[in-house]
């Protein structure tokens, strides 16, 4: 009996609500609004972004993950938004979240941001700090990271910091004795090299360094809004990170995609398969294309 888990990413939910980028007046964010009107709006696509929840509720997943970039500006106009979209996939159980770069794009009141998502980010093992936190379902656990920082102009970087990442050791490790597949959500690519100077993650070689010292069956993460499969490499195994572009591009270069994991105990070994559903147009909406499992490409 195999777990499934729909993962995507980077919804930039839009359009941008009327005097968003006003509020308590920023520069970074009302340059990330012109941003919006002049370049992305074309981009991201709602109807795109509803058409991809459907699909996912229609493919029936036991769970949800959401990694992040729910919105643009992280104007407290946007966060209420971003909470009514994703209440239509049900109830906080079901759907875990984690925060992206433009969700702390500038510092705002957690209150009116993130803390309205926060029944989505929360935990069933008890921790210090809200991260990482752990969810356990089945066999499976997923352990959800918040790279997230408010940064400067022109700086999309995220940082773990050492807190977490110690943190995530002790779980990984944890979680391996008790049995448990190991997922890991991050916003940002978890390794040196996917993402540009100013997009990565500045922490990215001590996270590889935990990662690889106690292991993980799959990481998962969005930010780049590409398809994308690297693997990092431990010596006695290879830990795949998956990314998956923007659930609301339009655009036929990098259109929106969601993954469906199907993660199966079988004869002692893990199994995973991955399903890729791409958004192919308004005729045809999301079609599989391309069906693997994650033991065969190792
Ligand atoms: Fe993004
Ligand atoms: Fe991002």
Redesign the pocket.
């Known amino acids: 009996m195999s777990f499934s888990v729909a993962h995507f990413s980077?919804l930039h939910l839009g359009p941008l609500p009327q005097g968003a980028a006003l509020h308590d007046f920023r520069t970074k964010r009302l340059l990330g609004a012109l941003s919006w009107h002049y370049r992305r709006k074309k981009l991201h696509d709602p109807k795109v972004a509803d058409a991809l929840r459907v699909d996912i509720l229609n493919s029936k997943p036991d769970h949800i993950a959401f990694t992040?970039?729910g919105v643009n500006i992280a104007s407290p106009k946007e966060f209420p938004l971003l909470l009514k979209w994703i209440e239509h996939f049900g109830a906080a159980d079901f759907l875990s979240y984690i925060p992206?770069?433009?969700d702390t794009y500038v510092k705002t009141a957690y209150e009116k941001s993130l803390g309205l998502i926060e029944p989505y980010m929360r935990g069933d093992m008890r921790g210090e700090q809200q991260f990482p936190y752990v969810r356990l379902r089945r066999n499976v656990a997923l352990i959800g990271l918040n790279s997230?920082i408010p940064r400067g102009f022109h700086s999309?970087e995220?940082r773990l910091g050492n807190a977490q990442r110690e943190a995530l050791r002790a779980r990984l490790v944890e979680l391996k004795n008790k049995g448990f597949y190991r997922l890991v959500m991050i916003?940002?690519p978890p390794a040196i090299g996917i993402a540009t100077r100013y997009?990565s993650l500045i922490d990215a070689p001590e996270l590889m360094a935990v990662l690889a010292e106690a292991g993980a069956e799959l990481v998962i993460h969005?930010?780049?809004?590409r398809r994308e499969m690297n693997w990092l490499e431990t010596g006695a195994s290879r830990i795949p990170l998956i990314g998956v572009p923007s659930a609301s591009m339009a655009s036929p270069h990098h259109p929106a995609e969601w993954n469906l994991y199907s993660i199966t105990r079988n004869g002692g070994r893990w199994q995973t398969q991955v399903s890729m559903r791409s958004w192919l147009g308004t005729a045809q909406g999301f079609q599989t294309v391309g069906t693997f499992m994650l033991d065969e490409v190792a």
């Open positions: 980077d992040g970039d992206g770069n433009h997230a999309a995220g916003h940002h997009r969005g930010h780049n809004h």
